[in-house]
């Protein structure tokens, strides 16, 4: 990651425009318990509590607030901070932990096709997540295809259908009921067959306590392991931005049992700020490789961790 | 990963406990503890400082300070605020009006709407035999109402036919009408996920509000959420007249802090919870397991009423037996795997049943989970008889040979002998402190209702008096807070 300009090198303002809305609750409360600062000539550890809780509520989680808070209580000794010092601590602070983890998705297998796997829990945006990666890589120029991995919920598949036809690519079906690793076979197939260069598997949504349906994600991997034992080559965890500490054990679980190899976090778009990755990127150190900021194709975004940091203690420009 | 709500008010009740009194020190003391533990429960933050506020000034008093065993008072109190907070007894939905009765459900993207409408259309057919229609106004999402209109088949319920293109407001005035001449008694209306900062769908939604009328506007959230969880109930409530919450995904394994949340900032009750994704899967709300849940004290109702239905009498009665002479042998714990597989598995297990917190633990640590029971199980299966009444006698010829017969290792062989012999342990200590009626209560045994509870499976601190949450002494009666 680069330093300051970085935010605008992306190139796509509209992202960090609406980031930045996104987070503009944030960023009102932070600004607030940091403008108490200001007056002062050293850091209070009345105001310190209130940033910390600021923290909290943007669900960092206690623990991370409490090491970002302890962070600026050391700055104090040092001298004066004023209210850009604070803010440009907590930004370093947020942007250390998550810039080396910073990594879109590369399509690199070889042979083809580039298997990547989508997993998570109910509702958090896998199908949306994986026309919006297929969009992408369209854009790069790489043959996709797509495989309605999710035979449980109700018109999952017709829902990856639609988003198939939108965008011209082939989606490898069953019926309802039919079983995911055999599907997931037959896809791999068949993406073979047609010299696809990426395969997006969906699944159904899960909860990481069901140990059933856990396995059965460990079966998939086991029938595409098959075709190609380094596939599949990302297993992608899609994390919802408004979930709280749940998210942790959410990673544990899917990163042992599904091999979890990366991150995409939605629905950033709202005023939940997603806090948890930073805690989350402490604890596993999974890469990070796009946020989605809205449900239309082209809402999914690099993940610019000083621009999430800074969108955080609601820097401008 | 975080400390456990439990394993963090265990701590702060065993500073607490042996004392004569307690002062307002220490009853701080104990709620920044608990504001912790409601933080890393995702309870809200400005929900977290009302509740702690409430509850210290109901704990810092008088009658607390006087009272003989003031750690279980403040237990008792935390858990009374929180019950308090969170709301009288489930409350079913108005629909008894004049026909029409409509129901409109909003929410944020994916927290449940669609799979709900479909669940509370079943329960009001089949449980209060209404006629129901249910109209999916979802133009966003791709295949969404086609989605409505499976589950609608599914549920054995009908679904308003869809017209391609027609827009919300339009379909919702359409749905009225033929709700209204077909004579149904009952129109749901599934509506698109929106996010409460987008104003051109919050407008939308106000629309068809306003266009219908709604006798319960009910807002679906997911359990799972965190501390957006205020801004999610705050911006709704102001924009639509809400009746009432339902919360889904009560199924997984979050505190559900966002419970508590909701209730505070809508004001509005928590009519029904979602638990799983099949369409039976909706359960009214109970305010008292709630909070113990929130609080780690265990699920402990539903857990007597799972166990009532999955417990195999006889070897419950056989456990107890074995348990009052305090032998606690292989075939013991290849009963517990069972027992456990039964009730739901050792996820569920724990989270319901309090004081388990530490046996969870030991067992993790173990590395038993769901997917490994069935390795432990066949490790004691590859044991003789004579191996499973005494394990001290496996020595390493012995654990190879059952590692073979097995399909483990030995390693995994000495896993599972350290686990047992950790919760043999635990056994020996609570026959000396004399709960072994209680424990036997809870295997389905003769324990007589309202006998106490062990302290050793108990949270340590919250003492005999307070009963309920603890464990279930006997099965399935008494299981509540005395008040
Ligand atoms: N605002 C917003 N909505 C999103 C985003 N990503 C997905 N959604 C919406 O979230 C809802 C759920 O998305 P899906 O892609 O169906 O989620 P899923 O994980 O496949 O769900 P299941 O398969 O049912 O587990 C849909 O309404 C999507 O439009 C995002 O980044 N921002
Ligand atoms: N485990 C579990 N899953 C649930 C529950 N309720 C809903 N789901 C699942 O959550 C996912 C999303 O549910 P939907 O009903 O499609 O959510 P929605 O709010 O209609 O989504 P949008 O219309 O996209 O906003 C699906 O996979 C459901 O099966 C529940 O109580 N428990
Ligand atoms: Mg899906
Ligand atoms: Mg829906």
Redesign the pocket.
């Known amino acids: 990651m680069t330093e300051g300009g970085s935010t605008e090198v992306t190139g796509r303002g509209g992202f960090l425009a609406r980031l930045r809305a996104g987070l503009q609750r944030t960023s009102a409360k932070l600004s607030e318990s940091l403008t108490l600062l200001v007056g002062t000539r050293t850091l209070e550890p009345a105001d310190l509590d209130a940033l910390e809780e600021t923290l909290i509520a943007a669900d960092l989680g206690p623990a991370v607030a409490a090491r970002i808070t302890d962070r600026l209580r050391e700055a104090r000794v040092v001298g004066e901070v004023d209210l850009a010092g604070v803010k440009r601590i907590v930004v370093e602070e947020v942007t250390a932990i998550l810039a080396p983890l910073a990594r879109p998705l590369a399509v690199t297998a070889f042979p083809r096709p580039h298997v990547i796997l989508v997993v998570?829990?109910?509702?958090?945006?896998?199908?949306?997540?994986?026309?919006?990666l297929g969009h992408l890589f369209q854009e790069e120029d790489y043959e996709v295809m797509f495989a309605a991995g999710?035979t449980f919920?109700a018109a999952?598949v017709e829902?990856l259908k639609v988003w198939g036809e939108r965008l011209g690519v082939p989606v490898v079906a069953g019926a309802e009921g039919t079983d995911a690793a055999g599907l997931a076979y037959r896809a791999m197939e068949e993406a073979k067959a047609s010299g696809r260069d990426v395969l997006l598997v969906?699944?159904?949504?899960?909860l990481q306590n069901k140990a059933g349906l856990m396995d059965e994600l460990a079966k998939i991997r086991r029938v595409l392991a098959k075709q190609d034992p380094s596939a599949p080559h990302d297993v992608v965890l899609?994390l919802?931005?408004t979930t709280g500490q749940n998210a942790l054990s959410q990673i544990e679980v899917f990163r042992e049992v599904a091999g979890v190899t990366g991150i995409v976090m939605?629905?950033?778009?709202?005023t939940a700020r997603g806090g948890v990755l930073v805690a989350a990127a402490e604890t596993f150190g999974l890469p990070i490789h796009a946020?989605?900021?809205?449900?239309r194709l082209g809402?999914?975004r690099p993940f610019d961790p000083r621009a999430f940091a800074r969108a955080l203690v609601g820097e401008g420009a | 990963m975080f400390e456990s709500l439990s394993d963090r008010l265990n701590a702060v009740f065993d500073k607490l406990r042996g004392r004569g009194a307690l002062s307002e020190l220490e009853v701080r003391a104990a709620m920044r503890e608990v504001r912790i533990a409601l933080l890393e429960a995702d309870v809200a933050l400005p929900v977290v400082r009302s509740f702690i506020d409430r509850a210290t000034e109901r704990a810092v008093g008088a009658e607390v300070l006087k009272s003989v065993t003031p750690g279980q008072q403040v237990v008792k109190i935390v858990h009374d605020t929180l019950v308090e907070t969170l709301g009288a007894e489930a409350a079913d939905l108005a629909v008894d009006v004049p026909p029409p009765a409509i129901v409109m459900m909003v929410g944020?993207?994916?927290s449940g709407k669609t799979t709900t409408t479909a669940k509370l259309a079943k329960h009001l057919a089949e449980k209060r035999r209404k006629k129901v229609l249910m109209a999916s106004l979802?133009v966003?999402?791709p295949a969404?109402q086609q989605q409505l209109a499976i589950l609608g088949e599914q549920a054995k319920v009908a679904t308003l036919p869809i017209i391609p293109g027609q827009q919300p407001t339009d379909i919702a005035r359409r749905a009225r009408e033929a709700a209204r001449l077909q004579g149904f008694d009952v129109l749901l209306l599934d509506t698109?996920?929106?996010?409460h900062v987008?104003e051109q769908l919050m407008a939308e939604m106000e629309a068809v509000a306003a266009a219908t009328a709604p006798h319960e506007v009910l807002l679906v959230v997911d359990a799972l959420t965190g501390q957006d969880a205020v801004n999610v109930a705050a911006s709704f409530t102001g924009r639509v007249p809400l009746t009432g919450v339902i919360l889904t995904r009560m199924d997984g394994d979050a505190r559900g802090g966002a419970a508590l949340s909701m209730r505070e900032v809508t004001g509005k009750p928590i009519k029904f919870v979602g638990t799983g994704e099949k369409l039976d899967a909706l359960e009214p709300f109970h305010p008292e397991r709630a909070a113990g849940r929130i609080l780690g004290m265990g699920d402990v109702v539903s857990l007597v009423e799972r166990a009532a239905e999955t417990l195999d009498a006889a070897e419950a009665e056989r456990m107890a037996a074995k348990l009052a002479k305090g032998g606690f042998d292989m075939t013991d714990l290849l009963a517990q795997f069972r027992q456990m597989k039964r009730m739901g598995g050792l996820g569920v297990l724990a989270s319901l049943l309090p004081g388990l917190g530490k046996a969870q633990a030991a067992m993790k640590q173990a590395g038993v989970d769901d997917r490994t029971i069935g390795r432990m199980e066949a490790i004691i299966l590859s044991m003789t008889p004579k191996e499973r009444a005494r394990p001290e006698i496996l020595n390493a010829r012995r654990k190879i040979r059952i590692a073979k017969g097995s399909g483990t290792t030995v390693q995994e062989v000495n896993r599972l002998l350290k686990m047992h012999a950790d919760m043999a342990t635990a056994m020996k200590r609570l026959k000396k402190m004399g709960g072994m009626k209680a424990l036997a209560g809870l295997f389905g045994g003769g324990a007589e209702a309202g006998a106490a509870p062990p302290p050793g499976l108990l949270p340590p601190g919250l003492p005999p008096g307070l009963g309920g949450p603890g464990l279930p002494p006997g099965l399935p009666g008494n299981i509540r807070f005395k008040r």
């Open positions: 998570g829990v109910n509702g958090t945006g896998k199908t949306t997540t994986i026309a919006k999710d919920r999952a829902q969906d699944t159904a949504g899960r899609v919802d931005a939605t629905k950033l778009d709202g946020v989605g900021v809205g449900e809402d999914l | 944020l993207q994916g979802d966003n999402r969404a698109a996920g929106r996010l987008d």
